[in-house]
């Protein structure tokens, strides 16, 4: 696991140049104190996080169906953005999940009744590509955490604005229903 880090890059073979710091088994999206774009070329995804998000309260992590939290939705890959807690007893909360689904297991899922997984950013191949974000601020009112995972918010028109398919998405055959 792990992602890169790129500034202007358009295929993932031009995509090898950069690489992100570690913290904690995590990765940290900056480069001269300024967010970049993130690409992850085992899932596909390329993100432009917005300027307002503070690199030093970033943490990106990739995900892929090894991991827990993707065996729960049912997801084959993922890039997780999350705010990371200053304060004492805050844990870090997710600022946006960008999942990737066979086309079969999505189309399971969005059958199912209950709250959808998140909302599809586009498809390609056989993969749909899925925004989730949180549905409220997770820390207590008026407290720094919550001042600045507000700040950091974001919505589905910006995630929409700022996402891309890097080539053509995953490399490995889609999964079916797990």
């Not at 432009?48 to 939705?73: A, C, E, Y």
Request: net charge negative.
């Amino acid at each position: 696991m792990g992602f890169l880090v790129v500034a202007g890059c358009s295929s993932r073979q031009e995509s090898a140049d950069e690489s992100a710091g570690s913290a904690g088994g995590r990765e940290v999206a900056a480069k001269g104190g300024k967010v970049v774009p993130i690409v992850d070329r085992e899932s596909g995804v390329r993100f432009n996080p917005p300027q307002r998000w503070n690199n030093g309260l970033l943490v990106v992590d990739t995900l892929n169906d090894t991991d827990t939290s993707l065996k729960i939705v049912g997801a084959s890959y993922g890039v997780a953005f999350e705010y990371r807690a200053e304060q004492p007893g805050h844990r870090n909360q997710g600022l946006l999940h960008i999942l990737v689904f066979s086309r079969e297991r999505w189309a399971e899922l969005s059958a199912e009744t209950g709250p959808p997984q998140g909302d599809s950013l586009t498809t390609v191949g056989d993969w749909v590509y899925v925004a989730s974000l949180p549905q409220s601020n997770p820390y207590r009112e008026e407290s720094l955490d919550a001042d600045q995972f507000e700040q950091m918010s974001i919505t589905l028109e910006e995630v929409r604005a700022a996402f891309a398919v890097e080539g053509d998405g995953p490399s490995a055959p889609a999964v079916g229903s797990r």
